[in-house]
T-cell receptor, first 113, second 117 residues
């Protein structure tokens, strides 16, 4: 079956620090990969996605590259802000599984001023 | 704002009761997905509907059921509630498939927080 493993948090950083959240996956078939973000008290927002190997998804300064050889989709941001404090979820979907999302456990990120 | 609406925002009820959660997808989206977010289980897929028909089932208990109506809104019914059913329930919508293109992005509503006392 499909599964996603991401690093456990919390991750605590200072403002302007570099952020990396590791994500690896196991999938039957050829998955699409996603990063979702959940701000306190809110629903999930799609942050970025990639649908094929070597694709780079990017949005709001965040980037992630679909690495088929290492089955990874690590999230990076060069300079975080306090407003980036949230829980980040890595997820995948496959057409064979009806495009339902399989999520990792989430990584809480806290950025301090 | 994702365009997906869910009501109610909060629901507090007692064990053994039955509740209904409602979801309105984004305009034009045919697919609706339900997910449960709990502290111990994380985010789990429950069930998917596409244009009124059940398309896929995940870890959904027999006490839970859902449907999608002709206007494409969906309801999730939870019955014989237990303390362990307390969670955030999210609805997400997606365009589904148009011709040869399969749209797999899902847009989430704000969730319904269910508390079972």
């Amino acid at each position: 079956g499909n599964s996603v493993t991401q690093m456990e948090g919390p991750v605590t950083l200072s403002e302007e620090a570099f952020l990396t959240i590791n994500c690896t996956y196991t999938a039957t078939g050829y998955p699409s990969l996603f990063w979702y973000v959940q701000y306190p008290g809110e629903g999930l927002q799609l942050l970025l996605k990639a649908t094929k190997a070597d694709d780079k998804g990017s949005n709001k300064g965040f980037e992630a590259t679909y690495r088929k050889e290492t089955t990874s989709f690590h999230l990076e941001k060069g300079s975080v802000q306090v407003s980036d404090s949230a829980v980040y979820f890595c997820a995948l979907s496959t057409k064979a599984a009806g495009n339902k999302l399989t999520f990792g456990g989430g990584t809480r990120v806290l950025v301090k001023p | 704002d994702s365009g997906v609406t869910q009501t109610p925002k909060h629901l507090i009820t007692a064990t053994g009761q039955r509740v209904t959660l409602r979801c309105s997808p984004r305009s034009g989206d045919l697919s609706v997905y339900w997910y449960q977010q709990s502290l111990d289980q994380g985010l789990q897929f429950l069930i998917q509907y596409y244009n009124g028909e059940e398309r896929a089932k995940g870890n959904i208990l027999e006490r839970f059921s859902a449907q999608q109506f002709p206007d494409l809104h969906s309801e999730l019914n939870l019955s014989s509630l237990e303390l362990g059913d307390s969670a955030l329930y999210f609805c997400a919508s997606s365009p589904g498939t148009s011709g040869y293109i399969s749209y797999n992005e899902q847009f989430f509503g704000p969730g319904t927080r269910l508390t079972v006392l």
